[in-house]
């Protein structure tokens, strides 16, 4: 495949990204749940803790998350994109706006630093892993790490 051809389906595996998180953000997660990889080494580490590994686990919790967003809008912030024939990356900062969770009074809204990775799967690019945490400001460790006795 031709650079210009992977660059061309990475832009529109991008947007096909953001469309779904589009959806996301109002609760509907089928768009992100057809671009997963649904491979055993599927995973993703969500802004709200824990991790999942395996198709049904991600596929359950993106359930889980479809069902906190009641409505707002995302957008994002382009940091890094990097490409292979056969997988891409693409670090963003994720900011939810306006956005209407479950059981939170009022709308909403945070950033997240996100990571996304993408394998070329029968051709078709597929996301494998999804990290994403909240921005914060730069801190010293040492402000939040405490000992541990011995």
């Known amino acids: 495949m031709a650079t210009g051809d992977i660059e061309a389906s990475v832009r529109a595996a991008i947007a096909r990204l953001r469309q779904a998180m589009a959806r996301v953000a109002n609760g509907d997660v089928s768009a992100i749940k057809a671009l997963y990889s649904p491979s055993a080494d599927a995973t993703s580490f969500y802004g709200w803790g824990g991790y999942e590994k395996g198709w049904e686990a991600v596929s359950q919790r993106w359930d889980w998350a479809g069902a906190q ?28 706006e306006n956005q209407l969770v479950a059981n939170v009074d009022g709308p909403t809204g945070w950033s997240n630093r996100v990571t996304h990775i993408f394998r070329r799967e029968a051709g078709e690019w597929r996301l494998v892993h999804r990290h994403g ?17 011995s």
């Open 69 to 96: 967003f009641k409505g707002g809008n995302v957008r994002y912030e382009n940091i890094s994109t990097v490409m292979t024939p056969d997988m891409f990356y693409v670090t963003d900062i994720e900011t939810f």
């Open 133 to 149: 945490n909240r921005l914060e400001a730069q801190y010293q460790p040492s402000d939040r790490l405490g000992t541990t006795a």
